[in-house]
C-alpha cells in the first residue's frame, strides 16, 4: 500500500483519521514559514533550531505552543547564535511552561551525561524529546548529526543482535515514568491546567512513550549493525507513523485503527477552543462534572485499549514480558 504508515492503516483499518492528517499538513504549512522567518537570524555553522512538542509529532493545532531547542554541537560556550531569546522574537507562541526551553543546549550534556546525578529532569526530558519528538527548524545537519550521535551512544559495544537495547529501553521507560511522577509533582505546586495536563497524559504522552518503545522492540529482529540505520530512520518519522507501523507489521490493523482513531478524535477537539478551554479550567475536584474532560478520558482509555492489544496479543508480547519489566 502507498503513503506513510498512518494511510497504509487507514486503508487496512477502515478508519480516516481527518484531524492527523490535517495537522500534519498545518505542520508542514507552519515549518516552511517558520524555517524562513528563523533563517533570517544570524547562525553560527554548528547550531540548530529544533522544534518539539506538537511540531515535533506533526501534530500543529490552533492552541500549539511553540517549543523550541537551541542546539549546539559540542561543549557549552558562552556565545550561541541565535540565542534563545532571539528565536523566540520569531515565534509566534510562547514554549510550554516545563522549563527546559530557556537556555541553549549542548550535546555534548545530552550524550555523555545519561544517569547518575548529572542527569537532571531538565537533561532527560530534552534528551528524549530531541530523540522522539523534534524537528529542525534550522541547522538541518546538525539536528541530525547529534541525534545520529546520541543513537551510537545507546548502542554502544554492550548491545548485541537480536534483541532489544536495553539501555535505550530502560532510559525510554525512565522518561515515560517520569513525566507521570512529575505530574504528580506538579498537582501538588497547584491545580492551573490540571484537566489539560491529566489529559495529554492520557493521550498525547502515551504516543510519544510507544512511539518510543515500538521502535526499541523492533530492533529484537535486527543484527547490532543494522539497529543505528533502522532507529535514525524510525525517529524520523512521526510518532503516530511509527506506531501504525507496528499495529501493521504484527497485522493488528483493526485495534491500530481504533486507538488511533481515538487519538484523532482527540486531537480534533483539542483543536476547538471550547473544549481545549473547559479542560484547562478543570481541576481534580471538577473533573467528574465536565464533559470535556469525561470525553478525553474515555478517548484516552480507547488508544490505551488498542496500544494494550498491540504489545500483549501479537509477537511482541513475549519481548514484553521478557524486557519491559525486568
Known amino acids: 500500500m502507498p503513503g506513510a504508515p498512518l494511510e497504509q492503516l487507514a486503508q487496512a483499518s477502515g478508519r480516516a483519521f ?66 534563545v531569546e532571539q528565536v523566540q522574537t520569531v515565534l509566534d507562541r510562547a514554549p510550554g511552561d516545563q522549563g527546559i526551553f530557556g ?30 519528538e523534534s524537528v529542525h527548524a534550522t541547522g538541518a545537519q546538525v539536528h541530525q548529526a547529534v541525534r545520529a550521535q546520541l543513537v551510537d551512544r545507546y548502542l554502544d559495544h554492550s548491545v548485541k543482535g537480536f534483541r532489544p537495547p536495553r539501555f535505550l529501553l530502560n532510559d525510554v521507560i525512565r522518561y515515560w515514568r517520569t513525566i507521570c511522577v512529575d505530574f504528580a509533582g506538579k498537582e501538588r505546586e497547584g491545580p492551573h491546567k490540571w484537566g489539560l495536563r491529566n489529559a495529554k497524559l492520557r493521550t498525547s504522552r502515551k504516543v510519544l512513550f510507544a512511539g518510543g518503545l515500538l521502535p526499541v522492540f523492533e530492533c529484537a529482529w535486527l543484527e547490532h549493525a543494522q539497529m543505528p540505520a533502522f532507529l535514525r530512520e524510525q525517529f524520523d518519522m512521526s510518532p503516530t507513523d511509527r506506531i501504525a507501523q507496528a499495529f501493521l507489521s504484527h497485522h493488528a490493523a483493526d485495534p491500530g485503527g481504533r486507538a488511533l482513531g481515538a487519538y484523532d478524535d482527540f486531537l480534533g477537539l483539542l483543536d476547538q477552543a471550547a473544549f481545549r478551554e473547559e479542560l484547562e479550567g478543570v481541576t481534580r475536584e471538577s473533573s467528574k462534572r465536565s464533559d470535556a474532560f469525561g470525553e478525553a478520558a474515555r478517548l484516552g482509555k480507547e488508544l490505551e485499549q488498542g496500544l494494550s492489544a498491540l504489545l500483549f496479543e501479537t509477537s511482541l508480547y513475549p519481548l514484553v514480558r521478557e524486557y519491559g519489566i525486568f
Request: charged content about 25%; hydrophobic content about 45%; glycine content about 6%.
Open 103 to 132: 537556555a541553549p543546549v549542548a550535546s555534548e550534556q545530552l550524550i555523555e551525561k545519561i544517569g547518575l546525578e548529572r542527569d537532571n529532569n531538565s537533561n532527560l526530558s530534552r534528551r528524549m524529546l530531541l530523540l522522539l
Open 18 to 83: 481527518p484531524h492527523l492528517t490535517r495537522a500534519r499538513a498545518q505542520t508542514t504549512e507552519g515549518l516552511i514559514a517558520c524555517r524562513a522567518r528563523l533563517q533570517a537570524l544570524e547562525h553560527q555553522a554548528d547550531v540548530s533550531v529544533v522544534l518539539m512538542g506538537s511540531w515535533g509529532r506533526a501534530e500543529l493545532t490552533s492552541g500549539s505552543d511553540d517549543d523550541f531547542m537551541v542546539l549546539l554541537a559540542g561543549a557549552e560556550r558562552a556565545q550561541v547564535r541565535p540565542s
